[in-house]
């Protein structure tokens, strides 16, 4: 694949647009124009409006690129106005990929809120590609009301995965919603993994990422065990700009995920 300047965005065509939720849509682009790893970003543009940073929600070994999106605001409106064959601009990859050499043989266990499921999904699409390297997979998600739970159509085969164990929770739940009502940590009580040998990775909203560190914390995982993604307004992606600064660091360059260890010092790191 020949080399890619991260300040111009590819031009690359949306091949099919999957509505997940009523906010929440999957955009699948026709290929996939640069490599990159579970955890890093993309800058996705488009034409005339501006760009917005986005983690890819595809597997790093899929042929094309997916983005997962929640509606709201300026960029992710005109996104949500494209249809299939429109053209849109991708740049990246930015920022650290998750260190899957140091999950490997362990439990890990991945805990999303909302649209957070999106980074986590190609994560989660990474690790079980080479699900023999891992002990087993968890993972924990919450969102609003059943209607707003993301990939519900993908969850069945999931969840007959061996090696996964998935739990869900809604925070209203309706007629027909018979599982676990309550924000995502009432799921968290009982923490079925070997805590202090394993990896908890954590992507949502950050109220949620605040409720669900503490309780990590509180279970005995490492604090340089539970990696948080954290957003924050990003330009540049590269370092440059000082846009998305958390503290002492770039989050574009070093994050988009940081561990609870690094950033346990910055006073409010979850704004
Ligand atoms: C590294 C990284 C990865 C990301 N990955 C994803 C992803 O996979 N899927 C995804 O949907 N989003 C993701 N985001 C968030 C996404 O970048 C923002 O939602 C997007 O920039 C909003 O752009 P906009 O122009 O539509 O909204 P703007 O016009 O910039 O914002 C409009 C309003 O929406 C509010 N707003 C902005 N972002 C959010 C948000 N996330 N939730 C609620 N309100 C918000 C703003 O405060 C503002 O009031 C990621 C962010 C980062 C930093
Ligand atoms: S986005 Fe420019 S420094 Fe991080």
Known sequence: MAMVNPYYPIPIKIKKIIPETPTI?????????????????????????????????????????????????????SLFSCKEGDTVGVRGPFGKPYPLDKFRGKEIYIVGGGVGFAPLRSLFLALLHNIKDY???????????PEDIVYRRLLP??????????VLTVDVGNNSWKGNVGVVTVILDDIPVDVAKSPAIVCGPPIMLKFVTQRLIEAGFNHDSIYLSMESNMS???????????GEYYVCKDGPVLTWDEIKHIEEPFV
């Not at 540049?236 to 958390?246: L, V």
């Open 135 to 145: 002990k087993k997979l968890y993972i924990r998600y919450g969102a609003r009301t």
């Open 236 to 246: 540049c992606g590269i370092g440059k700009c000082n846009h998305c600064r958390i």
């Open 157 to 166: 085969e999931w969840e007959n995965t061996k090696g996964v164990d998935i």
């Open 25 to 77: 849509t999957t955009f699948i682009l026709d290929g996939k124009p640069m490599q990159f790893e579970a955890g890093q970003f993309m800058e996705l543009t488009v034409p005339g409006i501006g760009e917005a940073p986005f983690t890819p929600s595809s597997s790093p070994y899929a042929d094309d690129l997916e983005f997962t999106i929640m509606k709201v605001g300026r960029v992710t409106s």
